[in-house]
């Protein structure tokens, strides 16, 4: 029978290339972690591992326990938080990963209703921009991704639960001092020339996709995924930019002003989890309370 902690053991070793490193990412000693995969290769009746000197690469059939490993964790994380659940513990753990300006915004007073609520319930949070995060979520290695999406693909995120939270329009930022300060709405197009501060990389490919649609190709000579730093060097005059709603409400745009840009983009914010997952009591309350922070926001 092969037991999960084995997987655990396996989806680390894979990870790492190394039975020493798997050791220190799980808090555990290296002959602990080859006693281990030993017992699993027994149940599995085959090598799961191929050595080579000090580096070692999966068989196919560790490439398939590996690839089952995600989804077979998440089942029985659903499982035992359901189970915990209905026995009455009143407790409950959910991992939490989020865009930066989502973490600025909707999560602290998310997670505030959550423990005034269910103090029980524990949450930690890590910060990711998509795809990434949602990768993370497929990879078991949390239980809620909070992402966004230009556009509307409609197999991008098929195998997952999708709770829609609200749409967050970009808007324009420009020095204090910069001829259309006072504009209000700003053609995108009399940009053209200016020099641009672009945001994280699928912000900056939106970014670019809108300019070329407007019939120009934007010169960009920063680029951060530090929303504060792109502020920051619009308010110096460097440059000026595009950023979500969520972004500029999380940080006071000193030096720099905001104009609402035509035509108009979108993103659309949503939490994402998988099916197994959506049906935890916990995972569903932080979903909940996600949803009401983001109608108040």
């Known amino acids: 029978m ?3 902690r084995h997987l655990r053991v396996l989806r680390a070793v ?3 290339g190394s039975f020493s490193a798997a050791a220190r990412e799980l808090g555990c000693t290296q002959p602990a972690v080859s006693q281990q995969m030993k017992a699993l290769e027994s149940s599995a009746g085959t090598p799961l591992l191929i050595r080579t000197g000090r580096e070692m690469r999966l068989t196919q059939a560790g ?3 590996v ?4 989804g077979i ?5 659903a499982a035992e938080e359901e189970v915990a659940a209905i026995a009455g513990l009143r407790a409950g753990r959910v991992r939490l990963v989020s865009f930066p300006s989502g973490s600025s915004t909707l999560v602290p007073t998310a997670l505030a209703a959550l423990r005034a609520e269910h103090p029980g319930t524990r949450v930690s949070l890590v910060d990711a921009e998509p795809p990434h995060s949602v990768e993370m979520l497929r990879e078991g290695d949390c239980d809620i991704a909070l992402a966004f999406r230009y556009g509307s693909n409609a197999t991008e995120w098929d195998d997952l639960v999708v709770r829609p939270l609200l749409v967050d329009r970009l808007v324009g930022l420009v020095p204090e001092g910069h001829a259309l300060a006072e504009a209000g709405t700003v053609a995108i197009k009399d940009l053209a020339g200016e020099p641009w501060i672009a945001g994280c990389p699928r912000c900056r490919r939106q970014l670019v996709e809108v300019c070329e649609a407007s019939g120009f190709t934007p010169r960009i000579d920063f ?7 792109v502020i920051g060097l619009v308010g110096a005059g460097l440059g000026v930019a595009v950023l979500p709603e969520l972004a500029i409400e999380s940080v006071r745009p000193k030096g720099a002003r905001t104009v609402t840009v035509e035509p108009a983009v979108e993103r659309e914010i949503v939490a994402l989890t998988l099916p197994d997952l959506a049906r935890v009591p916990a995972v569903s309350a932080t979903l909940d309370q996600l949803a009401r922070a983001a109608a108040r926001d």
């Open 2 to 4: 092969i037991e999960a």
């Open 14 to 16: 894979a990870a790492t």
């Open 63 to 65: 490439e398939v326990l």
């Open 67 to 70: 690839r089952h490993a995600a």
């Open 73 to 77: 964790l998440a089942g029985l994380t």
């Open 223 to 229: 680029a951060t995924d530090d929303y504060p730093a």
